[in-house]
């Protein structure tokens, strides 16, 4: 079954090629991109179980 669009599938495809050393390997995003995609789900995560919204400050999550 194809989860998230096949993005999994290419995120293990550009980890493997990373360890494996290939330097022609381009990460699927960047490592910033990576961690404000997780503290958006854990904040998502916290809104459910809370049963309130809750706001994110993305001035201080991106850099300029």
Do not use: P, Y
Request: charged share 20%; aromatic share 6%; proline share 0%.
């Amino acid at each position: 079954r194809d989860m998230h669009g096949g993005g999994d599938h290419r995120l293990v495809e550009d980890f493997v090629r990373v360890v494996q050393g290939d330097t022609s390997a381009q990460f699927s995003t960047s490592l910033e991109h990576a961690i404000v995609g997780h503290l958006v789900g854990f904040r998502a995560d916290a809104s459910m179980a809370s049963g309130n919204s809750l706001e994110i400050d993305w001035s201080n999550l991106m850099s300029k």
